[in-house]
């Protein structure tokens, strides 16, 4: 494959381990490395018997190109399935996913530079562990001399990393039916709906940046999120309150609409200021897998992707603000909230926040043994010890908004 200067067209494959660096910690430096060259070693022998040729290997990377492809999407579902296949040190399995795109470039001795090289890396990047996405070029051409037995499933358009969005495929094959990858394990697909464009453009190119996160759409409208939605449904919808054409509650109608249709998808809601009466009807819509935050929380990544995991995970999320300016109204006489402690209320101000129990004891500095005796405690002076947990948390914060939210209703600006 030696073209040394001149431009070709090739298919290029790109492989890494989701999650390398946690995966890294929670099995070890010395397992880790064995199951790296493992996974390195079953990918080198498959690709090599389809006539691919390594041109890098990077960290938990490979970089193959092929002639063919057909070879190419060929030889990435016969690696990951002889992945699964294997016995893994530490008895882990590691989650590889698959970014394939043809395109033109240019060889230089062993390198191979263009636009094509730095879109396959993306797409591998968009994929989630133990899934295969490929470029519509590479579809259009593989899917006339694939078997039967694989197919090709359009996911649309998807933002890459410094890129423009790319229409995508996913691959699959029956060797590779597995139970859907949650949220938790994976990039959070993300819808994204804001009408100011500015706002819409800058947020969207921070998100894009967040490896966390992949941001499957952005919308402008009421109108284009259902239409997002139903195209392809995200794990959660990330949406401002107001959007054309009335610019009042677009948002709320959009959250209302999308749980009655779509139960799986979580919905968190933005908005410039503290609304207490939009957080109402948010709420009315059902108690899990929601979220109100502040615009501003937005920009803290780090703040942003927990809420969007907790979410994801059936919780409900609310603005740290929100929590504050409810705890400050303390209007709860009549209420069972009006028998908390100082102590348990700080602990559920913070569960309303969608923090974990680990989360909590370090925030307000205590024991996690402590904050669990604490959560215990609200949940019995709630009535709500016979609950599963995570309804049990959620309706606790349900009944500390109602109690303590009703003096601070109607919108205000969050000063």
């Known amino acids: 494959m030696t073209n040394d200067g001149r431009s070709r067209v090739l298919t290029l494959v790109f492989t890494d381990v989701e999650g390398s660096t946690r995966f890294l910690r929670e099995v070890g430096d010395d397992p880790y490395a064995d199951i790296l060259d493992a996974q390195r ?3 080198r022998t498959v690709f090599e018997s389809e006539h691919g040729r390594e041109v890098s290997a990077e960290g938990d990377s ?3 190109a092929f002639e063919s492809a057909s070879a190419a999407v060929r030889a990435s579902v016969a690696a990951l399935s ?3 296949a294997q016995p893994w040190p530490a008895g882990r399995n590691p989650r590889v996913r698959v970014g394939i795109h043809m395109g033109e470039v240019t060889q230089t001795g062993s390198e191979l530079q263009g636009l094509a090289v730095h879109q396959a890396a993306r797409i591998c990047e968009a994929a989630r562990g133990g899934q295969i996405l490929a470029s519509r ?9 694939l078997p039967d037995d694989f197919s090709l499933v359009d996911v649309g358009n998807t933002r890459l990393k410094g890129l423009e969005p790319m229409r995508l495929v996913e691959v699959r094959h029956r060797g590779l039916v597995d139970e859907e990858p949650s949220a ?3 990039p959070i697909r993300v819808i994204f709906a804001e009408d100011n464009y500015l706002v819409r453009e800058g947020t969207a190119a921070l998100l894009a940046e967040v490896k966390e996160i992949r941001l499957i759409a ?4 009421l109108d284009g999120l259902l239409r997002a939605v139903a195209e392809q449904p995200p794990d959660v919808v990330l949406t401002d309150i107001r959007m054309p054409p009335t610019h009042t509650t677009e948002g709320i109608q959009a959250a209302t609409r999308i749980r009655a249709e779509h139960p799986d998808v979580a919905v968190v809601l933005i908005s410039q200021y503290i609304e207490y009466e939009y957080v109402r009807e948010l709420l009315e819509s059902g108690a899990s897998k929601i979220g109100y935050l502040l615009k501003e929380r937005v920009r803290a990544v780090d ?5 969007l995991r907790t979410v994801c995970a059936g919780g409900l999320v609310l603005d740290p603000k929100v929590a504050h300016a409810m705890v400050a109204s303390r209007d709860a006489r009549g209420s069972p909230i009006a028998r908390l402690t100082d102590s348990e209320r700080q602990v559920l101000e913070r569960m309303a926040e969608g923090k974990t129990n680990a989360a909590i004891a370090s925030n307000v500095h ?3 043994r402590s904050v669990e005796r604490h959560i215990n405690s609200i949940f019995a002076k709630l009535a709500l010890s016979e609950e599963k947990d995570v309804h049990r948390r959620v309706r606790a914060v349900l009944a500390f908004l109602e109690s303590s939210g009703r003096s601070a209703a109607g919108s205000q600006p969050d000063g």
């Open 184 to 186: 938790e394990d994976g």
């Open 366 to 368: 205590m024991s996690e």
């Open 137 to 145: 070029a590479v579809a259009d051409i593989a899917a006339r001399r």
């Open 41 to 43: 070693k079953a990918f």
């Open 303 to 307: 703040e942003l992707v927990d809420a």
């Open 62 to 64: 490979l970089f193959f």
């Open 218 to 221: 952005v919308v402008e409208d």
């Open 82 to 84: 002889s992945l699964r």
